[in-house]
């Protein structure tokens, strides 16, 4: 892509160390907080907005990095804010506003961190300040989803928030109809199945929580299109599980148990955030557990291992005869934090990349396969939504600039599955991207037929692009850049609804 002029309306921070990377310089910008919450019309677009796009992008993640100046130690940590762009008519519309957790409103009434991080945020004052100290913070910053008439902000450690979708005002946290209770995990991971045949082939929502222990509980969830809990299943798994995602077909629910241990010891005593406390182990191969969704009377949960690796996030799994495919973004080693580091400073080179793999299992022999589908560092894998859980062609990710070696994703990446071709388009030098959104064309027929929506941390100008890319072409570059007055935070993930929650003017 080619650096667009346009002016700059917003400071750009200069307080990075010098001895860093100018690349690793601009990177680091997009990870100021944003605390302000806003509401405009986008008036500043290069190209032209579909005009068949209509509906509502809405994006989690960490909005802020720190809590009135007091840096938290990693974003995973941030307060979770919501950005919203309702498409209509060619236009479109923004908003933002943060998830009012107890955690997040406590913490801004006061001005302080008052709350131990996940990822190594610890309260002012020392080990002795944190020692003991096990209550969570709900922070919502991982995903949000419109389901059922609800809008909910997901963090996989406790209960979702739910949100008024029109004013993003948060209505208080949500237990599905008494489902869930207090304090119940719910993963921020959850797979739409298009076609579900106990549904009278109506879509349906699944989702699990995961209750890690010396052996683990995976509780499976089916929500119909009303957002109702109609199928609540619990399996136990040996072992510690930290799984953060998972696949579908019609038939399974496939998660993988990475090779991983935990000690909490240095989290009760003070010293260490809990996910600091998670080492990975080399030597142990990773767990397949495959769990039939309804499963027939005999029909038993699967267990398969592979060679070791860490899994964040699965692109898509499916059915193939006795075999299941599951295509899943792998490390070579889990990228554990440590509590003397500075995340914007990380030695990506130091770090192993994430790759795309294709694991195929085979039911009958009890056997993994597993190849390399792509090795070019990527994440944030998304596909068809009418392709989940089936047999697809068409892969969307974000993407390193370069080809070899581990860097901050800076561009979108397509393949097709099929050929084997590849299409990329690469907002380096200056641009960041995140999850790319497939947004089918309505009526489209087609597999590509649609948009891929992603937002760009623009360095140059520090703000943010609402990208939109012909996903038929990404190559070819954006058919829209709608420049935010202000950036956002690198978020984590989203979806996209065909409701338009623009307002009315
Ligand atoms: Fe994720």
Known sequence: ???????????????????????????????????????????????????????????????????????????????????????????????????????????????????????????????LANAFDVK?????????????????????????????PNTLETLGKEYLDGVLQNGDAFAAHPRIDPRCDRFGGAPCLVNFAIKPGLSSTIIIYELDLAGKVVQRNSHSVPGFAFIHDFAITPNYCIFFQNPVSFNPVPFLLGFRGAGECVKFQPQQLTRIVVIPRNPQPGEKMQIFETQSGFVFHHANAFEQGDEICIDSICYESFPEVEPESDYREVDFQALSPGKMWRFQLDLKNKTVRRRLLESRCCEFPFVHPEQVGRPYQYLYLGAAHAAQGNAPLQAILKIDLKTDRRQLWSAAPEGYVSEPIFVPRPGGTCEHEGWVLTLVYDSAHHRSDVVILDAAHVDRGPVARLHLKHHIPYGLHGNFTSHCFAPSN
């Open 1 to 127: 892509m080619q650096n667009l002029p346009t002016p700059e309306r917003f400071p750009v921070p200069t307080e990075v160390p010098d001895r860093l990377p100018y690349h690793i310089k601009k990177w680091q910008k997009g990870y100021e907080s944003l605390p302000q919450e806003l509401d405009y019309w986008i008036d500043d677009i290069e190209g032209e907005i579909p005009a068949e796009l209509e509906g509502t992008l809405f994006r989690n993640g960490p909005g802020l990095l720190d809590v009135n100046g007091q840096r938290i130690h990693h974003p995973f940590d941030g307060d979770g804010m919501i950005a919203r762009i309702a498409f209509s008519e060619g236009r479109a519309h923004f908003r933002n506003r943060y998830v009012r957790t107890q955690g997040y409103v406590e913490e801004q009434q006061v001005g302080k961190i008052l709350y131990r991080g996940v990822f190594g945020t610890q309260k002012p004052g020392g080990w």
């Open 136 to 164: 969570l913070k709900n922070i919502a910053n991982t995903n949000v989803i419109y389901w059922g008439g609800k809008l909910l902000a997901l963090w996989e450690a406790a209960e979702p928030h739910r949100l008024d």
